[in-house]
């Protein structure tokens, strides 16, 4: 996904640094629709996240994404446009 949205901030404002890209994407206005697979990633890192409810958590964000939140709309736009995410995606599907 961060991949696909560095190739659209560069197609617009030119290439960028990986500093200058985590600020862009660190917006909460524009980029606020992260915010549950940022949440996600980060308790992957808690020692107390049960390995379970991780999987389940990734399971219920991702198989399929929910069309009606604002993560769910921008990852199937992204989608559409980007075959490499779509074979990244199924190869996580399958995995879970």
């Known amino acids: 996904m961060l991949a696909a949205e560095r190739k659209n901030v560069e197609r617009v404002h030119g290439a960028v640094s990986a500093a200058e890209f985590l600020q862009i994407v660190s917006d909460p206005l524009r980029y606020g629709w992260l915010k549950p697979l940022t949440e996600l990633v980060l308790a992957f890192d808690d020692d107390d996240v049960d390995p379970d ?44």
Do not use: N
């Open 53 to 96: 409810t991780l999987v389940d958590r990734t399971r219920a964000l991702l198989l399929p994404p929910e069309q009606g939140t604002p993560f769910g709309r921008r990852y199937l736009s992204l989608m559409q446009r980007e075959p490499e995410l779509v074979m990244r995606h199924s190869a996580l599907a399958r995995l879970l």
